[in-house]
């Protein structure tokens, strides 16, 4: 069985907009005018024990009210879902025993009091053994490097301290399953580091299960290897990052670095033409780039040459001294999505 399964998961909420008519045969009262609006549109969703997943998309896509009801915050208005073989909303105390849970700017710490007391409030919370929380304790301190700011204020910290204090708040009670929502808001580039490194930790020693929303695509490609695209409530994607980029991506970039021979006379002929030429009469679906001394970036699409027959072809017309490619950003990616609807469209079967 799957840690989370989810199967046609939606949330609506009532909103209430006052406005002015006849209530009761009296002019003049204030009518209420309720719309539903949808959160989350029937959406399936099945995340296996282990692995690591951004869900990713767009302010008000449904993100964050996803993981409510995952863990129980929120009772779905349909569907169907299970979490460690439980009911978020009729187990939700079996639930939490089992699950962890960061909040982005929310934080689950006792804002007057220092960390460490924060932390031993939790243990009796989740009644978590002294021997266990000690040992959990010493583990975590180690691998944040808790032990500079352990006696300080919360309210002292700063927000890569704080973001680091709520990650050992979220797993004292060693959970099987952490949901992340937006951990590395507003933190410099050290402390993402820090954060992403003690993740992939977590994830590869002791198997936890990692659910993460973020805005950050730098996060998605640096900790997971499978990707959820939101947007409306609506799942427009679930499947490998490296997949959506190969799919979706555009253009990769060639940069080939030639051999200063070929570069001495690019006029003159080789034993298959000048440089000059051969970039001038290149495969369908390559284009040159640019060429900056010996460097030349060629970009090609899904429909050229694949990379390894493009570097064969480029290799037996010049002497090269080194090929590296330049992959699509996922962020660049994500975008195109967005803005021209590019999986809709693909779905359909329309170029």
Not at 144 to 173: I, K, Y
Not at 305 to 323: F, I, N, T, Y
Request: proline residues 4%; glycine residues 10%; neutral net charge.
């Amino acid at each position: 069985m799957a840690l989370i399964e989810a199967e046609g998961l939606s949330k609506t909420f009532r909103v209430a907009r006052r406005r002015a008519g006849w209530l009761g045969g009296l002019r003049g009262i204030v009518a209420p005018d309720v719309r539903t609006v949808p959160a989350v549109a029937a959406l399936d969703l099945s995340v296996e024990r282990g692995e690591m997943i951004g869900l990713v998309g767009p302010n008000g896509a449904g993100k964050s009210t996803t993981i409510k009801m995952l863990t129980g915050i929120l009772a779905p208005s349909g569907g169907r879902v299970r979490v460690a073989g439980l009911d978020p909303q009729r187990q939700r105390r079996q639930l939490a025993e089992r699950i962890g849970a960061v909040f982005g700017q929310r934080t689950q710490l006792w804002w007057d009091l220092p960390l460490i007391d924060s932390l031993a409030l939790l243990r009796h919370l989740y009644r978590v053994p002294e021997e266990r929380y000690a040992a959990n304790l010493e583990r975590l301190r180690a691998m944040l490097e808790l032990d500079e700011f352990l006696r300080t204020p919360v309210r002292q910290l700063s927000l890569g301290q704080r973001m680091r204090g709520d990650l050992a708040a979220a797993l004292l009670h060693d959970p099987e399953l952490l949901y992340l929502d937006e951990p590395t808001i507003g933190l410099d580039v050290v402390a993402k580091a820090r954060i992403r490194a003690f993740l992939r930790e977590i994830n590869a020693e002791r198997g936890v299960t990692v659910l993460l929303t973020t805005h950050d695509m730098d996060d998605v490609e640096a900790l997971c290897s499978r990707i959820v695209i939101v947007d409306h409530g609506r799942k427009l994607y679930d499947g490998a990052v490296e997949e959506i980029r190969a799919r979706f991506g555009g253009e990769r970039i060639l940069i080939a670095v030639l051999d200063s021979a070929e570069l001495e006379h690019t006029a003159q002929p080789t034993t298959a033409g000048s440089v000059d030429a051969i970039l001038a009469d290149l495969p369908a679906g390559v284009r040159l780039v640019s060429v900056e001394g010996p460097r030349v970036a060629l970009g090609f699409g899904r429909a050229a040459l694949p990379a390894h027959e493009l570097v064969a072809w480029l290799g037996a017309r010049l002497q090269l001294r080194d090929v590296t490619f330049q992959e699509p950003e996922i962020e660049d990616v994500i975008r195109r999505i967005y803005e021209g609807g590019l999986l809709l469209r693909a779905e359909a079967g329309v170029s």
